[in-house]
């Protein structure tokens, strides 16, 4: 048995509305640990269990830490996560919810990602939370969902970060016989790695990420998510932190449902009613999903936008 669900696919009459589509979401963050990261990172754990992995280490204090802890506790595999100092009292919490051995280190991602390898053993298996063709291949069955279901959207919607969520989408489209259909990019002002590697025609690595979408702040997108760009119909765009979190509070009350800004950033495509939108006429969100953020949170950080 897969450690991921099959998640709902609506169509969605707020967005349709504001978007001036046919507005369909994939509903990931009704996946057990909050987010699509339990896809490919629930296969990729399955796999090293196969391989004899006797614990499983994450560098990582958001979704991907929690799918990795989510997965271990199921496999009945320790799980330790090497997360950064500005990691979040509630990811904290929901990783000792799952049983996981927590390490804080670092101002950030990288620091705690290298610790995470230094510590290391033999028996031990380390997810990435990106960069995994592993993690690729698990994502895709999102794909293989909606395309079981029969529909053929003309363009699909998701959010950006290291690229992990782009590859899977990717690579179920083309198993699945939708090679042609068009994936708009979505990434937040101050973690946009992705658009500017495609405007200038190389992997472009950020300086820091200055988004409140943090989810999104790899500095580097993987290879594999920018060779997809010249191999692909990939529109690239950025939007600001406002929009994400605009598009956050809308789409809870529009379907009672939290996510975080880095999914925001792809809703607040239809809520914006981007033009990029206006030449399809049925468009699929990814609504990737997020476990720590809260409401207060969101309102907070609209405050501080002014």
């Not at 500095?219 to 939007?239: N, T």
Request: with cysteine.
């Amino acid at each position: 048995m897969p450690l991921h669900i099959a998640t709902p696919l609506l169509k969605s009459p707020a967005l349709s509305a504001a978007g001036r589509c046919s507005a369909w979401l994939k509903l990931e963050a009704l996946q057990p640990p909050g987010s699509f990261k339990i896809r490919g990172i629930g296969a990729a754990c399955e796999e090293y269990g196969r391989r004899g992995a006797r614990r499983l280490v994450s560098s990582s204090g958001g979704n991907a830490g929690l799918a990795v802890a989510y997965a271990g506790r199921r496999l009945g595999l320790p799980v330790t996560v090497v997360v950064p100092q500005t990691t979040s009292r509630k990811a904290q919490d929901l990783l000792r919810l799952e049983r996981a051995e927590i390490v804080v280190h670092g101002d950030s991602w990288h620091e705690a990602n290298l610790l995470a390898l230094s510590i290391l053993e033999e028996s031990d298996a380390f997810l990435h939370p990106f960069d995994d063709p592993l993690l690729w291949h698990g994502h895709a069955t999102m794909i293989d969902e909606v395309a079981g279901s029969g529909l053929r959207p003309d363009a699909i919607v998701l959010s950006v970060g290291g690229g992990g969520l782009l590859c899977g989408v990717l690579e179920g489209l083309h198993r699945n016989g939708l090679g042609d259909v068009p994936v708009i990019a979505v990434e937040t002002a101050g973690a946009a790695s992705f658009n500017r590697s495609v405007h200038a025609g190389q992997l472009v690595e950020l300086e820091k990420i200055t988004s409140i979408a943090t989810s999104l702040g790899a500095k580097r997108v993987c290879d594999r998510a920018f060779q997809w760009s010249r191999e692909h119909p990939i529109d690239s765009l950025v939007v600001s932190d406002r929009a994400a979190l605009d598009a956050c509070e809308r789409f809870l009350g529009d379907h009672r449902l939290l996510v975080e800004p880095a999914c925001g950033a792809s809703l607040a495509l239809a809520y914006a009613a981007s033009p990029v939108l206006e030449s399809f006429a049925k468009v699929l969100f990814i609504v990737c999903g997020g476990a720590t953020t809260t409401i207060d949170q969101i309102r907070d950080w609209l405050a501080q936008q002014g």
